[in-house]
């Protein structure tokens, strides 16, 4: 008897899209490299075969990538943000620090990259902040100690 698995990995649509977008590309490259492998083969002695064994090594990053990504993509669900009065998923969140703002979109932690302000809610400051309201003070816990902000602005 087989059971269903619920969908566990909040997405936004555009990341959905480009790590399905990537699946696809590394689909084709994974092609690719298996005509490179069939010639490299078919040259003869594997043992001091330069063009087979790395074949073989880039063939071997490929499909943990692809594995990588068809776990992430069979258990996504793509998550909207609807109401703005609290913090969640998908939400863009000023918080102030005194004189300092930070601002950030919050999303789950397959999709997180700070040089582009996606946070992570898992992160220590994702965690302080989720399900909070404008105007909440929160105090984030970090190795570096103990740092508070008041949520400025939800959108």
Do not use: C, W
Not at 14 to 37: G, P, T
Not at 104 to 109: D, E, K, M, P
């Amino acid at each position: 008897m087989h059971q269903i698995m619920a969908k566990t990995i909040p997405l936004t649509q555009s990341a959905f899209d480009e790590k399905q977008a990537e699946l696809n590309r590394l689909i084709k490259l994974r092609k690719e490299v298996m005509e490179r492998l069939k010639v490299a083969r078919e040259m003869g002695d594997l043992s001091e075969n330069g063009a087979y064994h790395s074949a073989k090594f880039e063939l071997g990053s490929i499909g943990r990538q692809m594995r990588t990504l068809k776990h992430v993509l069979s258990n996504a669900y793509v998550a909207s943000a609807s109401d703005t009065s609290q913090v969640a998923f998908g939400k863009n969140i000023t918080l102030r620090q005194d004189d300092k703002k930070l601002t950030f979109l919050l999303v789950s932690q397959h999709e997180s990259d700070i040089s582009a302000n996606k946070l992570s809610m898992e992160s220590p400051i994702g965690k302080a902040i989720l399900g909070k309201n404008v105007g909440d003070e929160v105090i984030v816990k970090t190795p570096k100690g103990e740092t508070k902000y008041t949520i400025e602005e939800i959108r």
